[in-house]
């Protein structure tokens, strides 16, 4: 069955950098954009940022732009987000999903940027 499965997150210092890894499954990975999502504690879970199925053309939310990379590997089934001078107010749990799945979510890795 179709699953996303969240790895990387973490506590990091403010200024800090983190990769998530995403690892997708039972479906054909290559022919769908994928996309980080991110849920603060008592907020809505946002999109963070958007890749292609070639992973030539990417999308950012204004917070992270210039900060975030998404990246995927077509043949890993694999997609990532590096993450640098990471703030307090990304602090979240990431999840990511792509194609025509948005009713199915994996279980988050939980960000936590603090000094």
């Known amino acids: 069955q179709v699953q996303f499965v969240e790895s990387g997150g973490g506590l990091v210092q403010p200024g800090g950098s983190l990769r998530l890894s995403c690892a997708a499954s039972?479906?054909?990975?290559?022919?769908?954009?994928m996309t980080w999502y991110r849920q603060a504690p008592g907020k809505e879970r946002d999109l963070v940022a958007t890749i292609s199925t070639s992973g030539l053309s990417t999308n950012y939310a204004n917070s992270v732009k210039g900060r975030f990379t998404i990246s995927r590997d077509n043949a890993k089934n694999m997609f990532y987000l590096q993450m640098n001078s990471l703030k307090p107010e990304d602090t979240a749990v990431y999840y990511c999903?792509?194609?025509?799945?948005?009713?199915?979510w994996g279980q988050g890795t939980q960000v936590t940027v603090s000094s």
């Open positions: 999903n792509g194609g025509p799945y948005n009713d199915i």
């Open positions: 039972g479906f054909i990975f290559s022919v769908y954009s």
